[in-house]
Protein backbone atom coordinates (compact mmCIF):
# COMPACT_ATOMS: atom_id res chain seq x y z
CA UNK A 1 0.00 0.00 0.00
CA UNK A 2 1.34 3.57 -1.10
CA UNK A 3 1.37 6.50 1.27
CA UNK A 4 -1.56 7.71 -0.61
CA UNK A 5 -3.44 4.80 -0.41
CA UNK A 6 -2.54 4.53 3.22
CA UNK A 7 -3.88 8.17 3.72
CA UNK A 8 -7.15 7.49 1.42
CA UNK A 9 -7.98 4.82 3.56
CA UNK A 10 -7.90 6.95 6.78
CA UNK A 11 -10.58 9.37 5.25
CA UNK A 12 -12.78 6.53 4.04
CA UNK A 13 -12.63 5.50 7.41
CA UNK A 14 -14.13 8.55 9.51
CA UNK A 15 -15.61 10.80 6.18
CA UNK A 16 -19.18 11.32 6.94
CA UNK A 17 -21.01 12.40 3.19
CA UNK A 18 -23.08 15.70 4.02
CA UNK A 19 -26.49 14.35 2.60
CA UNK A 20 -28.61 13.84 5.65
CA UNK A 21 -30.76 10.86 5.50
CA UNK A 22 -34.53 11.03 5.54
CA UNK A 23 -34.65 9.17 8.83
CA UNK A 24 -32.10 11.74 10.45
CA UNK A 25 -34.02 14.90 8.99
CA UNK A 26 -37.56 13.91 9.74
CA UNK A 27 -36.96 12.12 13.34
CA UNK A 28 -34.25 14.53 14.82
CA UNK A 29 -33.30 18.11 12.86
CA UNK A 30 -37.24 18.73 11.84
CA UNK A 31 -38.46 18.36 15.74
CA UNK A 32 -35.59 19.89 17.19
CA UNK A 33 -36.34 22.78 14.48
CA UNK A 34 -39.43 23.06 15.98
CA UNK A 35 -38.40 22.86 19.89
CA UNK A 36 -36.13 25.89 19.11
CA UNK A 37 -38.87 27.91 17.42
CA UNK A 38 -40.71 27.53 19.72
CA UNK A 39 -38.09 29.06 22.35
CA UNK A 40 -37.02 31.55 19.96
CA UNK A 41 -40.86 32.73 19.14
CA UNK A 42 -41.22 35.94 16.81
CA UNK A 43 -37.07 36.72 17.19
CA UNK A 44 -36.63 33.67 15.01
CA UNK A 45 -35.13 34.32 11.50
CA UNK A 46 -33.83 30.67 10.03
CA UNK A 47 -32.13 27.22 11.19
CA UNK A 48 -30.00 25.76 8.63
CA UNK A 49 -27.73 23.04 8.29
CA UNK A 50 -23.78 24.80 8.89
CA UNK A 51 -20.56 23.55 9.92
CA UNK A 52 -18.34 20.32 8.56
CA UNK A 53 -21.80 18.87 7.07
CA UNK A 54 -22.61 21.66 4.82
CA UNK A 55 -18.64 21.96 4.34
CA UNK A 56 -18.44 18.44 3.16
CA UNK A 57 -15.68 17.87 5.56
CA UNK A 58 -17.69 16.40 8.58
CA UNK A 59 -16.07 12.98 10.43
CA UNK A 60 -17.49 10.62 12.70
CA UNK A 61 -15.41 11.17 15.39
CA UNK A 62 -16.83 14.69 16.13
CA UNK A 63 -20.66 16.04 16.66
CA UNK A 64 -23.18 14.55 14.05
CA UNK A 65 -24.90 17.90 13.04
CA UNK A 66 -24.31 21.56 13.37
CA UNK A 67 -27.79 23.62 12.99
CA UNK A 68 -27.09 27.64 12.81
CA UNK A 69 -29.96 29.34 14.06
CA UNK A 70 -30.65 32.89 13.21
CA UNK A 71 -32.22 35.48 15.07
CA UNK A 72 -33.20 38.77 13.87
CA UNK A 73 -31.50 41.90 14.04
CA UNK A 74 -33.98 43.46 16.19
CA UNK A 75 -33.82 41.03 18.74
CA UNK A 76 -33.37 43.24 22.17
CA UNK A 77 -32.09 40.69 23.94
CA UNK A 78 -27.66 40.41 24.22
CA UNK A 79 -25.66 37.48 22.40
CA UNK A 80 -24.57 36.43 26.37
CA UNK A 81 -28.47 36.87 27.19
CA UNK A 82 -29.36 34.68 23.96
CA UNK A 83 -26.63 32.04 24.57
CA UNK A 84 -27.33 31.32 27.95
CA UNK A 85 -31.33 31.95 27.54
CA UNK A 86 -31.09 28.74 24.54
CA UNK A 87 -28.59 27.02 27.00
CA UNK A 88 -31.40 26.85 30.27
CA UNK A 89 -34.08 25.99 27.26
CA UNK A 90 -32.44 22.85 26.14
CA UNK A 91 -31.23 21.50 29.80
CA UNK A 92 -34.50 22.36 31.41
CA UNK A 93 -36.09 20.30 29.14
CA UNK A 94 -34.08 17.63 29.79
CA UNK A 95 -31.62 17.00 27.75
CA UNK A 96 -27.55 17.36 28.79
CA UNK A 97 -26.22 21.04 27.34
CA UNK A 98 -22.91 21.89 27.61
CA UNK A 99 -21.40 25.38 26.81
CA UNK A 100 -18.83 25.19 24.35
CA UNK A 101 -16.72 28.43 22.90
CA UNK A 102 -19.95 29.55 20.23
CA UNK A 103 -22.57 27.08 20.34
CA UNK A 104 -24.23 24.76 22.63
CA UNK A 105 -23.95 20.73 22.35
CA UNK A 106 -26.42 18.11 23.31
CA UNK A 107 -27.35 14.54 22.81
CA UNK A 108 -30.42 13.62 21.05
CA UNK A 109 -30.96 10.13 20.24
CA UNK A 110 -27.24 9.44 20.48
CA UNK A 111 -26.60 12.21 18.21
CA UNK A 112 -24.34 14.83 18.82
CA UNK A 113 -25.78 18.02 17.88
CA UNK A 114 -24.04 21.77 18.07
CA UNK A 115 -26.75 24.34 18.25
CA UNK A 116 -24.99 28.06 17.34
CA UNK A 117 -27.37 30.92 18.35
CA UNK A 118 -26.42 34.25 16.27
CA UNK A 119 -28.29 37.50 15.82
CA UNK A 120 -28.72 38.68 12.27
CA UNK A 121 -26.75 42.11 11.32
CA UNK A 122 -28.95 44.85 10.02
CA UNK A 123 -29.43 45.11 6.04
CA UNK A 124 -29.54 42.57 3.30
CA UNK A 125 -26.01 40.16 4.50
CA UNK A 126 -25.76 37.18 5.72
CA UNK A 127 -23.42 38.92 8.18
CA UNK A 128 -24.13 37.43 12.03
CA UNK A 129 -23.07 38.26 15.73
CA UNK A 130 -21.75 35.20 17.73
CA UNK A 131 -21.02 35.16 21.38
CA UNK A 132 -17.74 33.17 22.29
CA UNK A 133 -18.14 31.86 25.97
CA UNK A 134 -14.62 31.19 26.33
CA UNK A 135 -13.96 35.13 26.10
CA UNK A 136 -16.64 36.24 27.46
CA UNK A 137 -17.07 38.38 24.17
CA UNK A 138 -18.84 38.82 20.25
CA UNK A 139 -17.69 38.16 16.86
CA UNK A 140 -19.11 39.43 13.39
CA UNK A 141 -18.62 36.74 11.11
CA UNK A 142 -20.32 35.11 7.97
CA UNK A 143 -21.09 31.17 8.26
CA UNK A 144 -22.35 31.08 4.80
CA UNK A 145 -18.69 32.70 3.31
CA UNK A 146 -17.01 30.24 5.34
CA UNK A 147 -19.41 27.57 3.93
CA UNK A 148 -18.53 28.65 0.22
CA UNK A 149 -14.66 29.13 0.75
CA UNK A 150 -14.46 25.52 2.54
CA UNK A 151 -16.32 24.18 -0.31
CA UNK A 152 -14.53 25.36 -3.33
CA UNK A 153 -11.30 25.35 -2.11
CA UNK A 154 -10.22 21.76 -3.14
CA UNK A 155 -9.43 20.76 0.12
CA UNK A 156 -11.77 18.28 1.61
CA UNK A 157 -9.46 15.68 1.81
CA UNK A 158 -6.30 17.51 3.51
CA UNK A 159 -9.21 19.31 6.13
CA UNK A 160 -10.47 15.83 6.76
CA UNK A 161 -7.30 14.41 7.40
CA UNK A 162 -6.13 16.99 9.87
CA UNK A 163 -9.77 17.13 11.56
CA UNK A 164 -9.15 13.34 12.47
CA UNK A 165 -5.45 13.77 13.48
CA UNK A 166 -6.77 16.86 15.85
CA UNK A 167 -9.71 14.28 17.22
CA UNK A 168 -6.79 11.67 17.91
CA UNK A 169 -4.83 13.58 19.52
CA UNK A 170 -7.21 15.04 21.64
CA UNK A 171 -6.48 18.77 20.59
CA UNK A 172 -8.15 22.07 21.20
CA UNK A 173 -8.56 23.33 17.05
CA UNK A 174 -11.97 25.25 15.79
CA UNK A 175 -12.82 24.23 12.69
CA UNK A 176 -12.85 27.65 10.96
CA UNK A 177 -9.26 27.91 12.18
CA UNK A 178 -7.97 24.58 11.08
CA UNK A 179 -9.56 24.80 7.75
CA UNK A 180 -8.25 28.60 6.90
CA UNK A 181 -4.54 26.90 8.18
CA UNK A 182 -5.38 23.93 6.22
CA UNK A 183 -6.06 26.38 2.34
CA UNK A 184 -3.25 28.84 3.54
CA UNK A 185 -0.62 26.10 4.08
CA UNK A 186 -0.95 24.32 0.62
CA UNK A 187 -1.69 27.30 -1.41
CA UNK A 188 -0.06 26.53 -5.08
CA UNK A 189 0.20 22.63 -3.72
CA UNK A 190 -0.66 19.91 -5.83
CA UNK A 191 -4.02 18.42 -4.70
CA UNK A 192 -3.60 14.86 -6.63
CA UNK A 193 -0.34 13.93 -3.15
CA UNK A 194 -2.79 13.76 -0.21
CA UNK A 195 0.09 11.58 1.60
CA UNK A 196 2.79 14.46 1.03
CA UNK A 197 0.18 17.37 1.41
CA UNK A 198 -0.43 15.86 5.58
CA UNK A 199 2.74 16.37 6.11
CA UNK A 200 3.48 19.61 4.66
CA UNK A 201 0.36 20.34 6.90
CA UNK A 202 2.82 18.96 9.86
CA UNK A 203 5.55 20.97 8.63
CA UNK A 204 3.57 23.87 8.68
CA UNK A 205 2.06 23.87 12.20
CA UNK A 206 5.32 22.91 13.71
CA UNK A 207 6.92 25.44 12.07
CA UNK A 208 4.76 28.81 10.87
CA UNK A 209 1.53 28.07 13.16
CA UNK A 210 2.09 29.66 16.35
CA UNK A 211 2.83 32.97 15.07
CA UNK A 212 0.73 33.09 11.84
CA UNK A 213 -2.14 35.66 12.18
CA UNK A 214 -5.11 33.99 10.57
CA UNK A 215 -7.84 37.05 9.49
CA UNK A 216 -11.95 35.92 9.18
CA UNK A 217 -12.24 35.92 5.50
CA UNK A 218 -15.82 37.25 6.08
CA UNK A 219 -14.68 40.26 8.70
CA UNK A 220 -10.68 41.72 8.81
CA UNK A 221 -11.71 42.91 11.98
CA UNK A 222 -12.28 38.75 13.68
CA UNK A 223 -8.64 37.34 14.34
CA UNK A 224 -9.23 33.67 14.12
CA UNK A 225 -5.98 33.32 15.47
CA UNK A 226 -7.01 34.45 18.35
CA UNK A 227 -9.24 31.65 19.12
CA UNK A 228 -6.77 29.75 20.74
CA UNK A 229 -4.07 31.03 24.07
CA UNK A 230 -0.63 30.86 23.36
CA UNK A 231 -0.28 27.48 25.46
CA UNK A 232 -2.92 25.60 23.23
CA UNK A 233 -1.46 26.64 19.90
CA UNK A 234 2.26 25.13 21.43
CA UNK A 235 0.43 22.29 22.11
CA UNK A 236 -0.65 21.64 18.16
CA UNK A 237 2.70 22.48 17.83
CA UNK A 238 4.09 20.25 19.97
CA UNK A 239 1.91 17.38 18.85
CA UNK A 240 3.23 18.18 15.12
CA UNK A 241 6.70 17.66 15.70
CA UNK A 242 6.01 14.55 17.60
CA UNK A 243 3.85 13.25 14.32
CA UNK A 244 6.76 14.60 11.79
CA UNK A 245 9.01 12.68 13.63
CA UNK A 246 7.28 8.98 13.31
CA UNK A 247 9.16 6.39 10.75
CA UNK A 248 5.72 4.42 10.21
CA UNK A 249 2.01 6.81 9.33
CA UNK A 250 0.24 4.43 11.77
CA UNK A 251 1.99 5.96 14.35
CA UNK A 252 0.88 9.41 12.67
CA UNK A 253 -2.55 8.65 11.91
CA UNK A 254 -4.47 5.99 12.28
Known sequence: MTSDEYVLK????YHIQSAIDSYTQNNLIDPL???ISQWAGECLTDI???GSRAKGTAINMSSDLDLFISLKSSTNNTLKEIYDSLFFYIDSAGYKARKQNVSIGVNIYGKQIDLVP?????GNTNDHSLFLSKRETWIQTNVIEHINMVKNSGRATEIVLLKIWRKLHKLDFPSIYLELTV???L?????DTPANNFLLLLDYL???FIDKRVVDPA????????DLYRYEKEAIQKKARDSRSQKYWEKIIW
Open 33 to 35: KQF
Open 10 to 13: IVNK
Open 118 to 122: AKKRS
Open 219 to 226: NSNNIISD
Open 206 to 208: RDE
Open 48 to 50: HLS
Open 187 to 191: KGISK
Open 183 to 185: IEA
